[in-house]
Protein backbone atom coordinates (compact mmCIF):
# COMPACT_ATOMS: atom_id res chain seq x y z
CA UNK A 1 0.00 0.00 0.00
CA UNK A 2 1.27 3.37 -1.04
CA UNK A 3 1.58 5.93 0.91
CA UNK A 4 -0.63 8.98 -0.75
CA UNK A 5 0.14 12.39 0.28
CA UNK A 6 -1.10 16.01 -2.04
CA UNK A 7 0.65 18.93 -0.20
CA UNK A 8 -1.70 21.00 -2.06
CA UNK A 9 -4.67 19.29 -0.29
CA UNK A 10 -4.05 19.74 3.29
CA UNK A 11 -6.16 18.24 6.29
CA UNK A 12 -9.26 20.07 7.64
CA UNK A 13 -7.71 20.92 10.14
CA UNK A 14 -4.50 22.66 9.07
CA UNK A 15 -6.43 25.06 7.63
CA UNK A 16 -6.43 28.35 8.30
CA UNK A 17 -10.17 28.96 10.11
CA UNK A 18 -12.08 30.89 13.24
CA UNK A 19 -12.94 28.58 16.20
CA UNK A 20 -16.17 26.47 14.92
CA UNK A 21 -18.45 23.66 16.58
CA UNK A 22 -17.01 21.86 14.37
CA UNK A 23 -13.08 22.61 14.91
CA UNK A 24 -14.10 22.01 18.58
CA UNK A 25 -15.77 18.87 17.71
CA UNK A 26 -12.99 17.42 15.89
CA UNK A 27 -10.51 18.35 18.24
CA UNK A 28 -12.73 16.52 21.38
CA UNK A 29 -12.93 13.40 18.68
CA UNK A 30 -9.11 13.50 18.44
CA UNK A 31 -8.60 13.47 22.13
CA UNK A 32 -10.76 10.76 22.72
CA UNK A 33 -8.80 9.11 19.95
CA UNK A 34 -6.09 9.56 21.29
CA UNK A 35 -7.32 8.61 24.78
CA UNK A 36 -8.80 4.95 23.79
CA UNK A 37 -6.78 3.84 20.85
CA UNK A 38 -3.00 4.02 22.28
CA UNK A 39 -1.74 7.54 22.09
CA UNK A 40 -1.87 7.93 25.82
CA UNK A 41 -0.78 4.41 26.65
CA UNK A 42 2.33 4.51 24.52
CA UNK A 43 3.34 8.50 25.89
CA UNK A 44 3.23 6.92 29.14
CA UNK A 45 5.67 3.96 28.59
CA UNK A 46 8.39 6.42 28.18
CA UNK A 47 7.10 9.21 30.52
CA UNK A 48 7.49 6.55 33.53
CA UNK A 49 10.95 6.53 32.33
CA UNK A 50 12.19 9.98 31.66
CA UNK A 51 10.41 12.21 34.36
CA UNK A 52 11.33 10.67 38.13
CA UNK A 53 10.40 12.27 41.42
CA UNK A 54 11.51 15.40 42.47
CA UNK A 55 13.09 16.27 39.02
CA UNK A 56 12.96 19.36 37.22
CA UNK A 57 12.44 19.37 34.00
CA UNK A 58 11.58 21.62 30.33
CA UNK A 59 9.53 19.87 28.32
CA UNK A 60 8.61 20.98 24.43
CA UNK A 61 5.36 19.50 22.72
CA UNK A 62 5.52 20.26 18.86
CA UNK A 63 2.46 20.28 17.07
CA UNK A 64 0.32 20.20 20.09
CA UNK A 65 -3.13 20.79 19.41
CA UNK A 66 -6.13 21.07 21.57
CA UNK A 67 -2.95 20.53 24.64
CA UNK A 68 -4.51 17.16 25.79
CA UNK A 69 -0.46 15.73 25.30
CA UNK A 70 0.47 18.93 27.80
CA UNK A 71 -1.77 17.81 30.09
CA UNK A 72 -1.27 14.43 30.25
CA UNK A 73 2.52 15.06 31.03
CA UNK A 74 1.69 17.52 33.83
CA UNK A 75 -0.87 15.27 35.34
CA UNK A 76 1.44 12.71 35.75
CA UNK A 77 4.51 15.03 36.68
CA UNK A 78 2.16 16.13 39.85
CA UNK A 79 0.90 12.62 40.45
CA UNK A 80 5.27 11.14 41.22
CA UNK A 81 5.97 14.68 42.60
CA UNK A 82 7.89 16.02 39.31
CA UNK A 83 8.36 19.56 38.93
CA UNK A 84 7.99 20.53 34.97
CA UNK A 85 7.26 23.64 32.36
CA UNK A 86 5.66 22.40 28.79
CA UNK A 87 6.19 24.78 26.09
CA UNK A 88 2.96 23.26 23.22
CA UNK A 89 3.48 24.83 19.74
CA UNK A 90 1.05 25.04 17.53
CA UNK A 91 1.06 27.10 14.26
CA UNK A 92 -3.17 27.59 14.39
CA UNK A 93 -4.39 30.34 16.43
CA UNK A 94 -7.84 29.05 16.48
CA UNK A 95 -6.67 25.22 17.71
CA UNK A 96 -4.01 27.54 20.72
CA UNK A 97 -7.35 29.20 21.91
CA UNK A 98 -8.89 26.50 22.28
CA UNK A 99 -6.23 24.46 23.82
CA UNK A 100 -5.57 27.52 26.30
CA UNK A 101 -9.36 27.31 27.24
CA UNK A 102 -9.18 23.55 28.45
CA UNK A 103 -5.41 24.33 29.96
CA UNK A 104 -6.61 27.06 32.63
CA UNK A 105 -5.94 24.91 35.78
CA UNK A 106 -2.10 24.25 34.02
CA UNK A 107 -0.01 26.95 34.68
CA UNK A 108 2.87 24.54 33.93
CA UNK A 109 2.03 24.92 30.39
CA UNK A 110 3.02 27.88 28.15
CA UNK A 111 1.08 27.45 24.34
CA UNK A 112 3.12 29.22 21.92
CA UNK A 113 2.20 29.89 18.13
CA UNK A 114 4.77 28.98 15.66
CA UNK A 115 5.75 26.93 12.52
CA UNK A 116 7.31 23.64 14.09
CA UNK A 117 10.21 23.54 11.64
CA UNK A 118 11.25 26.81 12.42
CA UNK A 119 10.18 26.83 15.98
CA UNK A 120 13.59 27.86 18.52
CA UNK A 121 15.51 28.60 15.49
CA UNK A 122 17.96 31.43 15.39
CA UNK A 123 17.60 32.00 12.11
CA UNK A 124 14.58 32.06 9.10
CA UNK A 125 11.06 33.37 10.06
CA UNK A 126 10.24 34.68 13.42
CA UNK A 127 7.89 33.16 15.15
CA UNK A 128 4.77 34.30 17.62
CA UNK A 129 6.80 32.87 20.60
CA UNK A 130 10.01 31.11 21.83
CA UNK A 131 10.96 29.10 24.10
CA UNK A 132 11.31 30.44 27.53
CA UNK A 133 15.42 30.34 27.51
CA UNK A 134 16.54 30.73 24.15
CA UNK A 135 20.13 29.26 24.56
CA UNK A 136 19.01 26.22 26.34
CA UNK A 137 17.69 23.05 25.45
CA UNK A 138 14.88 21.04 25.95
CA UNK A 139 14.81 17.87 28.44
CA UNK A 140 12.63 16.38 26.45
CA UNK A 141 10.88 16.96 22.83
CA UNK A 142 7.47 15.11 22.12
CA UNK A 143 5.88 15.09 18.79
CA UNK A 144 2.85 13.08 18.16
CA UNK A 145 0.39 12.13 15.45
CA UNK A 146 2.26 15.25 13.37
CA UNK A 147 4.56 13.55 11.30
CA UNK A 148 2.13 12.17 8.73
CA UNK A 149 0.90 15.71 7.73
CA UNK A 150 4.69 17.13 5.67
CA UNK A 151 5.90 15.44 3.15
CA UNK A 152 9.17 13.31 3.60
CA UNK A 153 11.88 16.16 3.10
CA UNK A 154 9.72 18.07 5.37
CA UNK A 155 9.41 15.63 8.05
CA UNK A 156 12.89 14.73 8.06
CA UNK A 157 13.55 18.30 9.08
CA UNK A 158 11.19 18.06 11.50
CA UNK A 159 13.12 14.79 12.85
CA UNK A 160 16.13 16.82 12.30
CA UNK A 161 14.80 19.83 14.47
CA UNK A 162 13.60 17.81 17.16
CA UNK A 163 16.97 16.11 17.86
CA UNK A 164 18.13 19.63 18.07
CA UNK A 165 16.00 20.95 20.57
CA UNK A 166 16.84 18.25 22.84
CA UNK A 167 19.72 17.40 25.09
CA UNK A 168 18.33 14.35 26.60
CA UNK A 169 15.40 12.78 25.27
CA UNK A 170 13.28 12.63 22.11
CA UNK A 171 9.98 10.68 21.82
CA UNK A 172 7.88 11.25 17.97
CA UNK A 173 5.21 8.84 17.39
CA UNK A 174 2.74 8.62 14.67
CA UNK A 175 0.14 6.23 12.96
CA UNK A 176 1.72 3.54 10.81
CA UNK A 177 0.27 3.08 7.55
CA UNK A 178 -1.07 -0.56 6.75
CA UNK A 179 -4.36 -2.33 5.72
CA UNK A 180 -5.38 -3.00 9.17
CA UNK A 181 -5.39 0.37 9.91
CA UNK A 182 -7.12 1.74 7.10
CA UNK A 183 -9.57 -0.39 7.52
CA UNK A 184 -10.33 0.28 11.14
CA UNK A 185 -10.21 3.69 10.82
CA UNK A 186 -12.76 3.63 8.25
CA UNK A 187 -14.91 1.15 10.72
CA UNK A 188 -14.29 3.91 13.33
CA UNK A 189 -15.35 6.79 11.14
CA UNK A 190 -18.55 4.99 9.84
CA UNK A 191 -20.07 3.68 12.96
CA UNK A 192 -18.91 6.10 15.94
CA UNK A 193 -16.37 9.67 14.88
CA UNK A 194 -18.69 10.42 12.12
CA UNK A 195 -18.55 14.19 12.29
CA UNK A 196 -17.64 15.80 8.81
CA UNK A 197 -14.29 17.10 9.85
CA UNK A 198 -12.90 13.85 11.71
CA UNK A 199 -13.89 11.45 8.89
CA UNK A 200 -11.83 13.22 6.31
CA UNK A 201 -9.03 14.38 8.24
CA UNK A 202 -8.94 10.27 9.73
CA UNK A 203 -9.31 8.10 6.63
CA UNK A 204 -6.57 10.96 4.59
CA UNK A 205 -4.26 10.57 8.09
CA UNK A 206 -4.76 6.65 7.29
CA UNK A 207 -3.56 7.05 3.74
CA UNK A 208 -0.94 9.52 4.68
CA UNK A 209 1.18 7.84 7.46
CA UNK A 210 4.19 6.30 7.14
CA UNK A 211 5.16 2.72 6.98
CA UNK A 212 6.93 1.34 9.78
CA UNK A 213 10.22 0.92 7.50
CA UNK A 214 9.55 4.90 5.83
CA UNK A 215 9.53 5.88 9.12
CA UNK A 216 12.48 4.30 10.09
CA UNK A 217 14.35 5.24 6.76
CA UNK A 218 13.02 9.19 7.53
CA UNK A 219 15.17 9.25 11.38
CA UNK A 220 17.97 7.83 9.60
CA UNK A 221 18.08 10.79 6.60
CA UNK A 222 17.40 13.17 9.71
CA UNK A 223 20.66 12.05 11.16
CA UNK A 224 19.71 9.81 13.95
CA UNK A 225 21.82 7.32 15.39
CA UNK A 226 21.19 4.46 17.96
CA UNK A 227 17.40 5.14 18.63
CA UNK A 228 15.18 3.29 19.50
CA UNK A 229 11.87 2.39 16.74
CA UNK A 230 9.03 0.34 17.73
CA UNK A 231 5.77 -0.94 16.66
CA UNK A 232 2.71 -0.24 19.64
CA UNK A 233 -0.56 -1.63 19.49
CA UNK A 234 -3.57 -0.25 17.39
CA UNK A 235 -1.59 0.66 14.50
CA UNK A 236 0.89 3.17 16.63
CA UNK A 237 5.18 3.32 15.85
CA UNK A 238 7.41 5.82 17.34
CA UNK A 239 11.18 6.71 17.50
CA UNK A 240 13.41 7.40 20.28
CA UNK A 241 16.24 8.51 21.72
CA UNK A 242 17.61 8.79 25.17
Known sequence: MKRSFDPAEPELMDRP????????SDLRNIRRLNRYFGSYRLIMHFLRRWIQPRSRMRILDLATGSGDIPRLVVDYARKIGGDVRVDAVDQQ???????????????????????????????????????????????????SLALHHFEEDA????????RQLSNKYVLVSDLRRGLSATIGVYLLTTFFFREAMTRSDARVSAERAFSFAEFRSLAERAGWRNFGHAKFALARQAIWME
Open 93 to 143: PSTLEIARGLSSDYPEIEFLESDVLTFGCSRGPAAAGSPRQDNEAYDIVLC
Open 155 to 162: AVRLLKHC
Open 17 to 24: QPVTPELV
